[in-house]
């Protein structure tokens, strides 16, 4: 046994079954996010930004497979603020399995929120990173992980309110310009919830000269 597994034994996060940190039941329990436009939130075929919803710069779709809740939250929860980087891999392999089951937009390249070098250097990993590799591998995407950068350190958006977290963002993100700009980028971050994040990075990487850019996310 490894002091991985000592300091976090392969026990579900839920139930606390043995074998797995997030076993099939209650995976399966946890209810699948709504397909919405992700402006107004209200129902759109597989995620499309509704018409009147459209902004210059803004997201043509978004793409989430569960709510924010039971296992798979503690997951992220634990991933997130526990570095405990192996339980990545089963979120991951679960959101593959459910992104195989659903009508994707032709895009094919993946590119996960960066965060600010010091916060990525001080936690040894980036979650967007560690889950969005696999996802890219497994899905045949390209891993853009250089295209977009965190700028500046802000404060944690959870700790913000919505009105908040669009100030704190705001100015943050920046494009590479060593990086050949695509035409279209999927992308990705662990959490969708105020849309403040995937909105902001959004309109850094339209106004840079990327065509189309999708949001999907783990959670909503």
Request: aromatic share 10%.
């Amino acid at each position: 046994m490894g002091l991985f597994d000592l300091i976090f034994p392969k026990m579900c996060l839920e139930c606390g079954k043995e074998g797995k940190y997030i076993c099939e039941d209650c995976i399966s329990k946890v209810s699948k996010a709504n397909t919405i436009c992700p402006y107004c939130r209200h129902f759109s075929i597989n995620g499309v930004t509704h018409e009147n919803c459209q902004k210059e710069y803004g997201l043509d779709g978004l793409i989430s497979i569960w709510k924010y809740k039971g296992v798979i939250r503690k997951a992220i929860l634990a991933l997130k603020y526990k570095y405990a980087t192996e339980i990545g891999k089963e979120i991951s392999e679960y959101t593959i399995a459910s992104l195989r089951k659903l009508t994707l937009p032709s895009v094919y390249n993946l590119v996960p929120i960066p965060i600010y070098w010091h916060k990525q250097n001080t936690r040894g990993f980036n979650q967007s990173i560690e889950l969005g590799g696999n996802i890219a591998e497994n899905l045949r995407l390209k891993f853009m992980t250089d295209l977009l950068i965190k700028k500046i350190q802000t404060v944690p958006q959870a700790e913000l309110s919505k009105e908040k977290r669009q100030k704190n963002l705001k100015g943050s993100f920046g494009i590479n310009p060593n990086i050949e700009i695509p035409n279209s980028v999927l992308l990705f971050d662990d959490v969708f919830t105020t849309g403040s994040t995937l909105f902001e990075a959004t309109k850094v990487l339209k106004e840079g000269g990327v065509k189309k850019v999708w949001g999907l996310t783990i959670t909503m």
